[in-house]
Nanobody, 118 residues
Framework: QVQLVESGGGLVQPGGSLRLSCAAS????????IGWYRQAPGKERELVAD???????NFVDSVKGRIMLSRDNAKNTVYLQMNSLKPEDTAVYYC????????????WGQGTQVTVSS
């Protein structure tokens, strides 16, 4: 059974930092690109950043310079470090796993709430 378990969300003041973790099980981790998406109330889900199995990283422009993404293949875990958080970063953050070899599968985590507010 495939599981993506997110953790690390919470309430933080503007300018603060959070580190989100996504722990994967039930997959061959090295076959997958892992991404973080977010969905704010009333908005569509959007990609924040992802990291391929080879370590290539892609960020959405709105977060560049404020986040770092890394993967620990030994722990089957991806980390999203978010700094200088803004109220507009408030959203539910979802972990996503995308298989990079055939057959192509993808999986979602349950999401973790990030609220940036004073």
């Amino acid at each position: 059974q495939v599981q993506l378990v997110e953790s690390g969300g919470g309430l933080v003041q503007p300018g603060g930092s959070l580190r989100l973790s996504c722990a994967a099980s039930g997959i061959i981790f090295l076959d997958y690109a892992i991404g973080w998406y977010r969905q704010a109330p009333g908005k569509e889900r959007e990609l924040v950043a992802d990291i391929t199995s080879g370590g290539s990283i892609n960020f959405v422009d709105s977060v560049k310079g404020r986040i770092m993404l890394s993967r620990d293949n030994a722990k089957n875990t991806v980390y999203l470090q978010m700094n200088s958080l803004k109220p507009e970063d408030t959203a539910v953050y979802y972990c996503h796993a995308r298989r990079e070899v055939f057959p192509l599968y993808n999986y979602w985590g349950q999401g973790t709430q990030v609220t940036v507010s004073s």
